[in-house]
Nanobody, 119 residues
Framework: HVQLVESGGGSVQAGGSLRLSCEVS???????MSWFREAPGKEREGVAG????????SYGDSAKGRFTISQDSVTKTVYLQMDGLKSDDTAKYYC??????????????WGQGTQVTVS
């Protein structure tokens, strides 16, 4: 039974930082772990992805230069370090597992999400 559990969301002022975590239980047996986000009234968009083994990584345009994805294969945890947060980053952030990074329809497993609010 595969479960993805996100944590680390919260409220932060513009310019601040947050680190999101995604704990994986079970074996998704997927090539990529991705972070997506969904803001009210907007489509869910890909933020960052990381392939098995830690490379390569992929980033959505909104995340480039500000966010960093990483993983700890021992603890089966995927992280998203978010720096320089802006109000536009306010969204619910989801962890996902799939054969390809950042392609929403191809993700096989999803977490429940963690809310990030930037003011």
């Amino acid at each position: 039974h595969v479960q993805l559990v996100e944590s680390g969301g919260g409220s932060v002022q513009a310019g601040g930082s947050l680190r999101l975590s995604c704990e994986v239980s079970g074996d998704p047996n997927m090539n990529c772990m991705s972070w997506f986000r969904e803001a009210p009234g907007k489509e869910r968009e890909g933020v960052a992805g990381i392939y098995a083994g830690g490379a390569p990584t992929s980033y959505g345009d909104s995340a480039k230069g500000r966010f960093t994805i990483s993983q700890d294969s021992v603890t089966k945890t995927v992280y998203l370090q978010m720096d320089g947060l802006k109000s536009d980053d306010t969204a619910k952030y989801y962890c996902a597992a799939g054969p390809v990074c950042l392609v929403r329809p191809l993700q096989r497993f999803w977490g429940q999400g963690t809310q990030v609010t930037v003011s």
